[in-house]
């Protein structure tokens, strides 16, 4: 059952940045953050925030109520309820920048402590099952890091996107 939800959302989540990528103009998956689809003041702030992340965030929570015995499919499923639930009640400033409006605070904020779960759930699993769990932490913090330098700014797009998968895999796995 975890696992078939965890897929369903995931499969989901994809659908749904196809389908609203290409609703808003110059919208790029490389270049662009998920969370800049549902900016605020956009046409798609409210479908987006409402309709994909706020279910995926509820969803994320539920699973996370359920597997309260197993650390690292908790701390997946907390990163994604905290990461998603709080992208949709604190749309990102256009343009997704590191400073902005006390909603993009929190909305940084969050999405900063959804990271440092998701790390930590990472670390649960390299710490219980070998090294190759340690590139997801990889991943987040190469993330990180393209939302900060300017040079690495048109991946973050790609990176983020990257780092999701992973994240998503992660919770695949520690639930099987």
């Not at 798609?44 to 925030?49: A, C, G, I, T």
Request: some cysteine; charged content about 10%; proline content about 6%.
């Amino acid at each position: 059952m975890p696992q078939a939800l965890i897929a369903l959302v995931g499969a989901f989540l994809i659908a749904a940045l196809a389908y609203f990528g290409r609703q808003r103009p110059g919208y790029s998956h490389r270049v662009h953050t998920i969370s800049e689809l549902a900016e605020a003041g956009s046409p798609l702030e409210k479908p987006v925030s409402y309709g994909v992340f706020l279910p995926i965030g509820v969803a994320m929570a539920a699973l996370a109520c359920w597997l309260q015995g197993n650390e690292a499919a908790l701390l997946f499923t907390a990163s994604l309820a905290v990461g998603y639930g709080c992208a949709a009640l604190f749309p990102i400033d256009p343009d997704a920048p590191a400073l902005g409006t006390w909603r993009n605070g929190l909305h940084n904020l969050s999405a900063g402590a959804s990271y440092v779960l998701a790390m930590g759930a990472f670390e649960t699993l390299a710490r219980d099952h070998g090294s190759p769990y340690d590139l997801g932490k990889f991943l987040i913090f190469g993330f990180i890091l393209s939302v900060y330098v300017p040079g690495l700014r048109d991946w973050r797009g790609l990176l983020q996107r990257v780092t999701e998968v992973a994240i998503f895999a992660g919770t695949f796995a520690s639930v099987s």
